[in-house]
């Protein structure tokens, strides 16, 4: 009982002040904003946001940026004053002003001591599940190393069928992806209002909803300004999607004196989209009930013990039997030594794979493979326990007084 009201604590603080409370945060800013109205690169305000970066970096928080501005950049350098709608045209302004963009947020960030690293997607990229899991370790494995990942559609090749539409869709899908605490969406308003306050002199802004609710969309309105393509309905509609992951979203202006700062602290600016799912509640359940099982990993009792009552990730030395046949990020049933399913989990290795590291050491499995994913067969954070098995497994390991120390991982 006091870790279940010890985590509800959390998730309400989570919900009063997500920037403060959040670990890993996804900042998204639009193309007014970086371009400085479609004027061009706006090299002091990415200082600006490189500064403040440095700040969150500081204080232990993992940041990654999804930028827009590609095209609005190469419109200038062009000479073109209004968006072009021609696929190859876009995709010509996207090549010559992702340069620049690159070129900008490197040496902005690297003034502050940050590192970045570009990075850009698709929508192929994060539908194709073997795309999505490669996408995924990169973003990880940048932000254990320290860097910032400066995040764009790829729209240099993107298409009709496979564009994302706007960048507050891709900040939601990384949130998502990463497995974020927080997105927050800086652009030219102060938030989300009752109408749109260039027209309603008596709209009035909302300063925490609730994400997904039907009536924010009809308060949003359409697009915005000629230069960036979303809007505020895209922003709902991208704090809806980053909801059902359990992201909080914060709306707020981009010109707003140490923005992301202020939020960190725990400062209220702009719109706060709660998601009412805590996200790893969302996550397990999605785990849990909406994917198809390929297969399945039987455990020795020691495993099933540590992996159940202990909370720890699965290694490979726990593992007696393998069915089905499964690829790299396939979710797949875990069994104990009778064969009941206690756990379900997305899997870091193929089925040929795990047949040929299971019973062996985390140690051993580059020299088995020739490489390495991860030393999990399934970390504790992809993987879902069965409640009715929990409770025996509990009960089992307080009779048993121990587990196998090979078989988990803290």
Request: net charge positive; with cysteine.
């Amino acid at each position: 009982m006091p870790e279940k009201r010890g985590a509800r604590r959390r998730a309400a603080a989570s919900a009063e002040a997500p920037v403060r409370e959040a670990r890993r945060v996804v900042v998204k800013v639009g193309s007014s904003l970086v371009t400085n109205d479609g004027r061009g690169l706006d090299a002091d305000a990415i200082s600006q946001w490189g500064r403040q970066l440095a700040e969150l970096r500081a204080l232990g928080r993992e940041v990654l940026m999804v930028s827009s501005g590609a095209v609005a950049e190469g419109m200038k350098r062009l000479g073109w004053t209004r968006r072009p709608h021609a696929m190859d045209e876009l995709q010509a302004a996207a090549a010559v002003g992702q340069m620049g963009l690159a070129q900008v947020y490197e040496s902005a960030f690297r003034a502050h001591g940050l590192q970045t690293a570009q990075v850009l997607l698709t929508h192929e990229d994060l539908a194709d599940r073997k795309r999505y899991l490669n996408a995924r370790s990169t973003l990880l494995a940048l932000l254990a190393l320290g860097v910032v990942p400066i995040i764009n559609e790829n729209d240099t090749v993107v298409t009709d069928e496979i564009k994302f539409g706007d960048n507050d869709t891709l900040g939601a899908l990384v949130a998502n992806l990463i497995d974020a605490d927080a997105l927050i969406i800086l652009t030219d308003q102060a938030g989300l209002f009752t109408a749109d306050p260039r027209r309603d002199p008596d709209a009035r802004l909302l300063e925490r909803v609730v994400a997904g609710d039907p009536a924010l969309e009809a308060m949003a309105g359409g697009v915005g300004s000629s230069i960036g393509r979303g809007g505020m309905i895209t922003k709902v509609l991208a704090a809806r999607r980053a909801a059902s992951g359990g992201v909080h979203t914060v709306v707020a202006s981009g010109r707003e004196r140490d923005v992301l700062v202020r939020l960190a602290a725990g400062e209220a600016i702009g719109t706060l989209f709660v998601a009412q799912t805590p996200r790893l509640a969302a996550r397990k359940t999605w785990l849990a009930d909406h994917l198809q099982l390929r297969g399945a990993v039987r455990l020795d009792a020691g495993a099933a013990r540590a992996l159940v009552a202990g909370g720890r990730s699965l290694l490979p030395i726990g593992v007696t039997a393998v069915s089905g046949d499964f690829s790299r990020g396939e979710a797949v049933a875990i069994c104990d030594p009778e064969g009941t399913e206690i756990a379900r989990g997305l899997i870091n290795y193929s089925s040929a794979e795990t047949r040929l590291i299971m019973r062996r050491p985390s140690s051993e499995i580059e020299a088995i493979l020739g490489f390495m994913e991860h030393p999990e067969l399934i970390h504790r954070d992809n993987l879902v326990l069965r409640q009715q098995d929990q409770i025996a497994a509990k009960a089992d390991l307080a009779r048993s007084g121990r587990s196998s120390p090979r078989s988990g991982r803290p």
